[in-house]
């Protein structure tokens, strides 16, 4: 190998190094999909909930557990892949949140839609305590329903009053298990960014 050519691999291997550092970084699989949660403050209790959440858009599917405390002003989602390690942190205080999460396409689901689900699961229901029915509000330009039999929510969904995007996000409750403690069920289809997630409820505890 000549010294001419040597030089010019020295020269060369800094400005190759130096581009890789500013190639743009891949998207992830999904989209930021839009929509709402409410105010940690607004939240009842100190909790410590643990669920396996399965993610389906086309002919992909992913697999992970999530872990949700809640206690005072902070709500801690901590996303697990199946194996138990750690994928994101999502801290939630008031309506700010912060994302410590892996790169895509390490993680190829933004951790902030598994946020929106959860509050849409868990925080967005319509305060119709112990009555039966339909019921309707609009709450920050979207219109929720809700449909309530024997004292639990049935059926659930989320439209923008702007159609902006087009569609709906529908969830549906299924009966807990008949077990003592069995796991309870929700499936999510979301037609704004074109998945599918079904959350299982594995536990549930209150905090001291």
């Known amino acids: 190998m000549s010294r001419r050519f040597l030089v010019a691999a020295v020269l060369v291997l800094p400005v190759l190094v130096g581009g890789c550092r500013h190639l743009p970084s891949r998207s992830r699989a999904l989209p930021d999909c839009p929509g709402q949660w409410v105010s940690t403050g607004a939240i009842a209790g100190d909790f410590l909930l643990r669920q396996q959440v399965r993610i389906e858009a086309g002919d992909r ?10 206690r005072g002003d902070e709500l801690l989602l901590l996303g697990l892949d ?3 390690a750690k994928l994101f942190t999502v801290r939630q205080r008031g309506l ?4 410590d999460a892996l790169p895509a396409p390490l993680l ?3 951790p ?3 946020l929106r689900d959860l509050h849409r699961e868990r925080f967005l229901a319509l305060a119709n305590p112990g009555a039966d029915g339909t019921f309707q509000a609009t709450r920050a330009g979207t219109k929720i329903r809700e449909q309530v039999a024997g004292g639990r929510s049935r059926w659930r969904s989320f439209e923008r009053l702007a159609s902006d995007p087009p569609g709906r996000v529908e969830l549906r409750f299924e009966e807990p298990l008949a077990a003592p403690g069995g796991a309870a069920r929700v499936t999510i289809d979301n037609g704004w960014c074109g998945y599918r997630a079904e959350i299982t409820t594995l536990s549930e505890e209150s905090l001291p």
Request: charged fraction near 10%; avoid cysteine; aromatic fraction near 8%.
């Open 82 to 84: 199946p194996f138990g």
């Open 112 to 114: 902030l839609n598994l």
């Open 108 to 110: 190829e689901v933004p």
């Open 96 to 99: 700010a949140t912060s994302v």
């Open 61 to 70: 599917v992913w697999s992970l557990q999530l872990v949700t405390q809640k």
